[in-house]
């Protein structure tokens, strides 16, 4: 009939329905799209370097070799100090206080330096030491000088001792046999601002005469006897403490003079210190 549609054949069937399944997965594609959000990208975390602090707790022995900078030292003095000396029995604040100050290293020969905060002593050339920190920190805590107290040292070492003295009292004279070690004390201790201690290359059996009376002395070498002169110049109501003995057997004495002069003598425990020599001796 005339303006009937014509009919599709086969081919055009399947023309057809291809295209209408086109159209079904196109708009099936468009409401997935619209129903999901967009995936979006997670941030870059920001990194950050990390720094391991010095006062991170390392053992002394272990810290100072590998951390040689002035802050390890610093934190393997306190560590000393908690350690070595509040840990067993040192009470008295302003000793404490000078050691944990008083940089020990600079006293000692470069090549040991690592070593400075161990409990030990180190030799510092001239077959002598310079002594541990928990016996500086013992003998100044039983000499307990005054921040007024003249105080005598025999046996400047290094001059380390007299630096902790010159913390705590208010002058301090100190005489070394040996004339090398005399003059490197002095320029350790003048390099670590204690300009004021006094310092004589002599003998110390003979003490600084012309100084006394000292309201306060304390030996680092063992005599086999408390010498007399430094009794004579021992103010009354002073007080000495010393190593005595001989034969590699010493204790460290506490002497106390009254004020009639009678000396009263205390003995405090075995020590071991090099020997007190005279001068005629070297």
């Not at 690592?114 to 920190?133: C, F, L, R």
């Not at 005054?146 to 005489?175: F, H, M, W």
Request: charged fraction near 25%; include cysteine.
């Amino acid at each position: 009939m005339k303006g009937a549609p014509a009919r599709f054949g086969p081919i055009g069937w399947l023309i057809v329905a291809a295209l209408a399944g086109f159209l079904i997965d196109q708009a099936g594609r468009q409401r997935a799209s619209h129903a999901q959000p967009k995936p979006t990208r997670e941030p870059v975390p920001e990194l950050h370097s990390t720094t391991i602090p010095h006062s991170v707790a390392v053992h002394p022995a272990v810290l100072v070799p590998h951390m040689p900078g002035p802050g390890a030292y610093a934190v393997a003095r306190e560590e000393m100090v908690r350690t070595a000396l509040e840990a067993r029995g040192i009470t008295d604040e302003r000793t404490l206080q000078a050691m944990r100050v008083e940089p020990r290293e600079e006293y000692m020969p470069a090549e040991k330096r690592a070593h400075a905060y161990e409990d030990a002593a180190v030799k510092i050339g001239w077959e002598q030491t310079i002594s541990s920190p928990f016996m500086v920190a013992l003998m100044s805590s039983l000499l307990e000088p005054d921040p007024n107290d003249k105080v005598l040292e025999i046996g400047t070492g290094s001059g380390y001792q007299a630096a902790i003295l010159d913390r705590l009292a208010g002058s301090v004279y100190s005489i070394e046999i040996l004339e090398p070690l005399c003059r490197r004390a002095r320029g350790n201790l003048d390099r670590l601002g204690h300009q004021r201690v006094h310092i004589r290359c002599g003998d110390g059996y003979e003490g600084w005469p012309e100084a006394a009376p000292f309201d306060r002395i304390i030996l680092t070498a063992a005599p086999p006897s408390v010498p007399e002169a430094l009794l004579h110049q021992l103010k009354p109501g002073g007080r000495m403490v010393a190593p005595v003995g001989e034969k590699a057997r010493d204790f460290l004495v506490i002497l106390e003079k009254g004020a009639d002069g009678t000396v009263t003598k205390r003995i405090q425990r075995d020590v071991a210190f090099v020997p007190m020599v005279h001068a005629k001796s070297q």
